[in-house]
């Protein structure tokens, strides 16, 4: 198993100015509580690609992606889903300028690399999981999976507040 890493020391790379470099790191993703549903994410511990280049006014342009997928129920069916979600995320750290564009990830060059991904997953997060994306759900009177019988159907009863429009003559 690849060796987790949950912050990064941004200053032992000693990057002089104008200069960069790629990391794969590895970090452990916790799981979200979505509308009262737990959803894990898959891998536990991600590979993350980050890209980081030393800026001239000594501070640092951050990059991170990585991809996983969110498994749980199906918001509309109940269904397993598991839909993968792409994260492309950027910081920057430059303190000290007169306009100080500080990153909450980073403190004393220290990238808090878990909370930072943990942070653009939910970001990225589709508003619905769902099984696949035309997912019909299910009948609202008696439960069946409308993906498994999409031609299911019930007599609705009239509500007794609009008995009286029956009785509307239209000629």
């Not at 198993?1 to 970090?27: I, K, N, V, Y």
């Not at 890209?51 to 000594?58: H, I, P, V």
Request: hydrophobic share 40%; glycine share 8%; net charge negative.
């Amino acid at each position: 198993m690849p060796q987790r890493t949950d912050s990064f020391d941004l200053g032992r790379l000693a990057l002089s100015s104008g200069e960069g470099r790629r990391l794969q790191l590895h970090t452990t993703l916790d799981d979200f509580a979505l509308s009262g549903q737990r959803y894990a994410v898959e891998p536990g511990v991600a590979e993350l690609r980050l890209d980081m280049s030393r800026m001239t006014a000594g501070g640092y342009a951050l990059r991170l992606r990585f991809d996983a997928r969110l498994v749980g129920p199906c918001m509309r069916c109940l269904e397993p889903a598991g839909p993968v979600v792409a994260v492309d995320a950027r910081e920057v750290e430059q303190p000290g300028d007169a306009e100080e564009f500080d990153s909450p990830y980073v403190v004393d060059q220290v990238l808090d690399v878990r909370g930072w991904a943990h942070d653009a997953l939910s970001l990225e997060l589709p508003e619905q999981v769902l099984c696949r994306p035309d997912c019909a759900g299910l009948c609202a009177i008696c439960g069946v999976n409308l993906n498994d019988e999409p031609e299911h159907a019930h007599e609705r009863e009239l509500d007794p507040r609009w008995a009286k429009l029956k009785e509307l003559k239209l000629d």
